[in-house]
């Protein structure tokens, strides 16, 4: 079966340290990853958009990575800080064509001072 | 710019009663999304919209759920008898078209939290 995955325990970092989530699917041939933030009670905010054939993207204290042959994307954000706390949710879209976004369940990031 | 606009916010109704959700896509932005998160789960498609017209519809529970876009610009979501598991933040987001969502990500809005009880 199609799955994306990410992990759902909450990930708890310490403030300028750097936080790394994870993103894995299965059954799924993406031609772009895409990472979205979600504060409470708001809806997701995009941040980042990496094609299969670029590894790695950066954007400001964000990184992004895209291993097609593992299946994974990996979203970095160094220097975190308290503010940087909230979901952070992963989304491929699942064919060339559809230009539909398929979400991962995301996962929650709490930075502490 | 102006943002996603969706109305109400909040909306508690007993199960079997009728609903409906508004959404106004940012000013150009031809492709209009539906989508319907969980509590504690990432956003699920429930239908796409192509200016006036349905792209896919796939996910969405016709037996109860309807949505349509009429003039392709604003559009309402609605739910016929509602049941409890219809509990969720119901998503709208939109992009300029098919194929700038890949490249400039997708504007969502706030969302309407749904209460069936």
């Known amino acids: 079966s199609q799955k994306i995955e990410q992990n759902s325990e909450a990930l708890n970092i310490q403030e300028g340290k750097t936080a790394t989530l994870t993103c894995n699917y299965t059954?799924?041939?993406?031609?772009?990853l895409q990472w979205y933030r979600q504060d409470p009670g708001r809806g997701p905010v995009f941040l980042l958009l990496?094609?299969?054939?670029?590894k790695e993207k950066r954007k400001e204290r964000l990184k992004v990575t895209f291993d097609t042959t593992l299946k994974q994307s990996l979203f970095h954000i160094t220097a975190s800080q308290p503010a940087d706390s909230a979901t952070y949710l992963c989304?491929?879209?699942?064919?060339?064509?559809?230009?539909?976004?398929?979400f991962g369940t995301g996962t929650r990031l709490q930075v502490f001072p | 710019e102006a943002g996603v606009a969706q109305s109400p916010r909040y909306k508690i109704i007993e199960k079997r009663q009728s609903v409906a959700f508004w959404c106004n896509p940012i000013?150009?932005?031809?492709?209009l999304y539906w989508y319907q998160q969980i509590l504690g789960q990432g956003p699920k498609l429930l239908i796409q919209f192509q200016n006036n017209g349905v792209v896919d519809d796939s996910q969405l529970p016709k037996d109860r759920f309807s949505a349509e876009r009429l003039k392709g610009v604003d559009s309402t979501l609605k739910i016929q008898p509602a049941k409890l598991e219809d509990s969720a933040v119901y998503l709208c987001?939109?992009?300029?078209?098919?194929?700038?969502?890949?490249?400039?990500?997708?504007?969502f809005g706030s969302g309407t939290r749904l209460t069936v009880v």
């Open positions: 059954n799924y041939s993406p031609a772009y």
């Open positions: 990496i094609r299969e054939n670029e």
């Open positions: 987001a939109s992009s300029l078209g098919l194929g700038a969502g890949r490249s400039d990500g997708y504007t």
């Open positions: 989304a491929l879209d699942p064919s060339y064509n559809t230009d539909k976004l398929i």
């Open positions: 000013s150009g932005h031809a492709t």
